[in-house]
DNA sequence: TCTGGGGTCCTAGGACCC
DNA sequence: TCTGGGGTCCTAGGACCC
């Protein structure tokens, strides 16, 4: 039996806050995403007071004044350098290790010969003491059991942080699996719990005793594999190298309204250079590029959003290839007089950048040239900070850019900030 | 439990082509 | 002019995750 590992950090955005802040402890604290839009994170009293992710900030103001919630911007440098310290520590726990998102990582333990509770109460007072963080740690056979195992650590403090379904005996693990909410479980979203409801499953054990192949058929291949995970399958592997994204990303919500060309222009430019980062980042190249704008789909005023898809004559990673056609789409589909809330970008039908082929009129000529450029802009904003070198078109003010009044300070990443003291 | 953030993957349906 | 088959590309939106 395969003994996976899911490390959790938790409410990790809130508890970074709290280790370069300790006057936050004992004090309902809630970190806002970008924008200061909606609460993203928050520690454990201010969960007790009932606030929920997903309800904006601007209806909460005067409820958390009231009760004194503390109420900070996310401050992704600082949250990223805590990340980094947590994950390097824990590598050294096992050879196998997947990060799968900023606050948590699987582990693979298969084959330790010792006690694992013993070793995941080791690695909990480690990072603990290295970095002041609390962590939970489940174990079970498959992905999707070391979530639930962590899930379990987290919410009955009768198992001190640790969880490992794999030491239970099968009597006791359906008893458990049969009080938690299939919500619970990795892959069940909102919009499935309804469909299963209807279908009588209701718990874990439920989904766990149902049969995957009708439930392919009724759902997908996703659902099949959760039910044979929740039997001690193990179906989805541990990705210890990240797989190349198949489509790269870059929007942001505007901080004010936004209705010119120039800072749309702006924004989409900022975007398609950190998209193309991340595209070299995964040494890969793109061939299409996607644009859009929106305004606000809550305000009262006439909407507009408009999407538009062109793809380069041949794969490229040049933040100015993508500059060129993507400032040229904002064009072709912005209209003037309305109020943007939001813009973004998206590469697609990435290759890997191994043997790529020139299109017939050499568009990707002088390659050597070109590349030795982009390599040399990305040394640079390694070493020197985000951003300090930049296409032009992405403008110096930057109006529009994300509001963050509350932010705390970058304590670990920018000289200036560092944490006193005295 | 219904939404205000950001990201990834997938697919239905329309337009257009042979 | 209508109909049918097969395929690709694009847009919009659904679903999940943190």
Redesign the pocket.
């Known amino acids: 039996m395969r003994s996976i590992t899911l490390i959790d950090v938790n409410s ?1 955005y809130a508890s970074c806050e709290r280790v370069f802040n300790p006057r936050l402890e004992g004090i309902p604290v809630v970190v806002l ?3 200061d ?2 609460p ?1 994170a928050m520690n454990a009293l201010a969960k007790a007071l009932g606030i929920t ?4 900030w ?2 909460l103001k005067g409820f958390a004044k009231q009760y004194g919630i503390v109420a900070l911007s996310s401050n992704y440098p600082l949250y990223a350098d805590m990340s980094n310290r947590v994950m390097s520590i824990l590598s050294q726990y096992s050879p196998d290790q997947e990060i ?5 990582c699987f582990l693979d333990l298969t084959g330790f010969n010792r006690n694992l509770v013993d070793y995941a109460q080791d690695m909990r007072s480690r990072i603990k003491q290295w970095t002041g963080l609390p962590v939970c740690v489940g174990v079970g056979a498959s992905k999707t059991l070391a ?1 639930l195992a962590n899930h379990i650590a987290k919410k009955r403090p009768e198992y001190n942080g640790v969880c490992n379904l794999n030491d239970f005996e099968p009597e006791r693990l359906n008893k458990i699996l049969s009080e938690i909410h299939i ?1 619970s ?9 309804p469909r299963l409801n209807a279908l009588g499953i209701k718990t874990v054990l439920d989904l766990k005793n149902s049969d995957p192949e009708y439930m392919r058929q009724q759902f ?1 291949v996703v659902m099949e594999k959760t039910i044979r995970e929740l039997n001690g399958t193990a179906c989805i592997e541990l990705e210890e190298v990240a ?11 505007f901080g004010q309204p936004v209705y010119d060309l120039q800072s749309l222009s702006e924004s989409v430019t900022l ?1 398609i250079s ?2 193309c980062e ?1 595209l070299r980042k995964q040494k890969s190249y793109a061939i ?1 590029i ?1 644009v ?1 704008i929106r305004t ?3 305000s009262i005023e006439e909407q507009y ?7 380069l004559p041949a794969p490229s990673d040049d933040t100015r290839h993508f500059a060129s056609v993507g400032l040229w789409i904002l064009k072709s589909i912005y209209k003037s007089g309305f109020n943007y ?2 813009a ?1 970008i ?1 590469l697609s039908n990435i290759v890997p950048a191994e043997g790529q082929q020139t299109d017939l009129f050499g568009f990707k000529q002088s390659i050597s040239k070109q590349d030795n450029l982009m390599i040399v802009l990305d040394e640079i904003n390694t070493k020197m900070g985000k951003q300090c070198i930049r296409i032009a078109s992405q403008g110096y003010k930057q109006p529009w850019a ?1 509001k963050q009044e509350l932010k705390s300070k970058s304590f670990t990443t920018k000289w200036d900030e560092l944490i006193e003291t005295n």
């Open positions: 990790f995403s970008n924008n839009g909606i993203i992710m997903s309800t904006p601007f209806k799968y998102s900023i606050d948590e979530k919500s479980v990795w892959s069940i979203g909102r919009r499935l719990v997908s797989p190349r994204k198949k489509q790269i990303l870059s929007s942001r919500s975007y950190r998209a991340k299409t996607t859009y606000s789909p809550f959003s408009k999407t538009r898809t062109v793809s809330q939001k973004g998206m994300m």
